[in-house]
């Protein structure tokens, strides 16, 4: 599942919730063609891999977050971890994302 994100408080709620799984947030737009592309992907992707959670921010109608995470073109993807912005940002997903491994964690 994607959760939708329409604010500051809805995000740190989600990544509080979280707790140490990765997040991964894409910042995307309702007139943006390659979002609208890429978002039966991240759906997929929600489904298939449990320990990940996913999010997503529609920067028109979250202006805030995007001043804040400074999201200058859509989609753009920020993974974070224990509420942390914690790895790279990509602005694509042209080849697939491996989201296991090096990124899992066990809650104490």
Known sequence: MVQIIKDKDELKTFLKAAGCKLVVVEFSA?????????YPLIRAMSLQYGNVMFANVD???????????HINSVPTFQMF????????????MSRRIHLGGKYSCVDS
Do not use: M
């Not at 971890?81 to 694509?92: D, M, N, P, V």
């Open 30 to 38: 309702k007139w943006c063609g390659p979002c609208k592309r890429i």
């Open 59 to 69: 920067v028109d109608d979250s202006k805030e977050l995007a001043q804040e995470y």
């Open 81 to 92: 971890k224990q509420t942390q912005k914690h790895l790279e940002e990509f602005k694509s």
